[in-house]
């Protein structure tokens, strides 16, 4: 008889370094490469593998994120197929949610009503593609009480990450740390470490009586990574599953083990540019494991005026279905359902979200504009940062960030 496996992911983060982009919406709400949300990634690899017992614990700013995972993620309930956002309920006492751990603590009654063998505890806000069913069946073969996902990186850069750190056979986690500035290299590959992905496969039991004991220490930060990982470390019974092994139906050399953090207006646009080479680094176009979202009824994307200067084309970019390049340029960039970019302006290294107008002889350039920022006719943005960091949000790296509905300054 197969496993029982519950799966639950945590989608309570406030993105405070996403700023504007998390000014309305969860960090896992927010839309990513033209058509998704974050969390539409996860819960994609979930349903994949064929996981389809689903909790989405929210809190902050959710609605957005219930709304979406309400009218794009429905199983078929005659299995008991369930894909359910649900909210911090208070069921502990009069507060919300203090931590990750905490979030599993108030909502034991999600686990008690399953009973499952096994519970998965994925983040929400990461871009990668992954077979968790590998990691649960290499869960199970070890015995430990919890899996830790781990990525290989660069041993310099340690002090980015949390790290695990493994014993001598590779497997067996003997420390697990937040960035450190002497961490020690993998076994098999001195100038490595381990960084955790933030994906969990729990025994039932373990991560129950590890939760509860969280919770009656008052010290504790009640942390998945700070507090519940590290005690089942010092405990024996944590395992680290290495990322390099899950291998995707459909990824390419090129792709395979691609995973992102986007927990900065950077690193966002960054992960944003890996769709567009011709080869991409990550590769939406892997039909064998689909990112699914929702699909609205717009009509497929035009492109239109074609005399003089005044021609509408895109060059190494993703336009979505509902959108309009009219006699314009667009390069580099990814555009969202609903946008219309007017005449003669010329869009450059843009991410354009739902429902943005570009207006005629306009210039954006490195930038990200949130849905429905109307640029004027004749405005520059991305070309005076001095002047942009006057008005608008510019990230470490000269990226300019507009917030949804923002005013444009002609």
């Known amino acids: 008889m197969a496993a029982k496996v519950l799966a639950i992911v945590l989608a309570g983060g406030e993105g405070k370094?996403?700023?504007?982009?998390?000014?309305?919406?969860?960090?896992?709400?927010?839309?990513?490469?033209?058509?998704?949300?974050?969390?539409?990634?996860?819960?994609?690899?979930?349903?994949?593998?064929?996981?389809?017992k689903i909790v989405v614990l929210t809190q902050y700013k959710s609605h957005s994120l219930d709304r979406h995972i309400t009218k794009t993620w429905r199983m078929s309930t005659l299995l008991g197929n369930y894909v359910t956002p649900v909210p911090a309920q208070q069921r502990r006492g009069p507060w919300w949610f203090a931590g990750s751990a905490d979030a599993i603590y108030q909502s034991f009654n999600l686990?008690?009503?399953?009973?499952?063998?096994?519970?998965?505890?994925?983040?929400?806000?990461?871009?990668?593609?992954?077979?968790?069913?590998?990691?649960?069946?290499?869960?199970?073969?070890?015995?430990?009480?919890?899996?830790?996902?781990?990525?290989?990186?660069?041993?310099?850069?340690?002090?980015?990450?949390?790290?695990?750190?493994?014993?001598?056979?590779?497997?067996?986690?003997?420390?697990?740390?937040?960035?450190?500035?002497?961490?020690?290299?993998l076994p098999d590959a001195p100038d490595e470490i381990y960084a955790s992905m933030g994906n969990y496969v729990f025994t039932t039991r373990a991560l129950c009586e590890a939760v509860e004991r969280d919770a009656a220490d008052k010290t504790s930060k009640h942390d998945m990574g700070g507090s519940i990982i590290p005690m089942l470390v010092e405990r024996g019974e944590a395992n680290v599953y290495d990322f390099k092994d899950n291998e995707v139906p459909g990824s390419t050399d090129r792709d395979r083990g691609y995973w992102r953090d986007v927990g900065t207006l950077d690193s966002f646009y960054d992960a944003h540019m890996d769709l567009i080479n011709v080869h991409p680094v990550f590769n939406l176009y892997n039909f064998e494991w689909p990112i699914y979202t929702e699909q609205p009824p717009y009509p497929p994307a035009k492109f239109v005026h074609a005399w003089g200067e005044r021609v509408g084309r895109a060059v190494s970019s993703m336009v979505s279905p509902g959108?309009?390049?009219?006699?314009?340029?667009?390069?580099?960039?990814?555009?969202?359902?609903?946008?219309?970019?007017?005449?003669?302006?010329?869009?450059?290294?843009?991410?354009?979200?739902?429902g943005v107008q570009i207006g005629r002889h306009a210039v954006v350039r490195r930038a990200i504009l949130d849905k429905n920022v109307h640029v004027p006719e004749g405005a520059e943005i991305g070309v005076d940062l001095e002047k942009d960091r006057q008005r608008y949000t510019v990230s470490d790296n000269g990226i300019v960030v507009i917030g949804k509905g923002q005013r444009v300054e002609p």
């Open 17 to 52: 370094r996403l700023m504007p982009l998390t000014t309305d919406r969860a960090k896992p709400a927010v839309p990513f490469g033209g058509m998704y949300r974050m969390v539409d990634f996860v819960l994609s690899n979930l349903a994949n593998a064929g996981f389809l």
């Open 111 to 185: 686990i008690n009503d399953e009973q499952p063998d096994y519970v998965i505890v994925f983040g929400a806000d990461h871009i990668y593609r992954m077979d968790p069913r590998q990691m649960v069946e290499d869960h199970i073969a070890s015995g430990a009480g919890v899996t830790v996902a781990g990525i290989r990186q660069p041993l310099a850069t340690a002090d980015q990450f949390g790290v695990i750190e493994v014993g001598e056979d590779g497997k067996r986690i003997r420390a697990f740390r937040e960035k450190p500035t002497d961490a020690v290299g």
């Open 323 to 354: 959108s309009v390049i009219s006699g314009s340029l667009v390069e580099n960039s990814i555009v969202a359902p609903k946008v219309k970019v007017h005449s003669w302006a010329h869009v450059d290294g843009a991410v354009l979200m739902e």
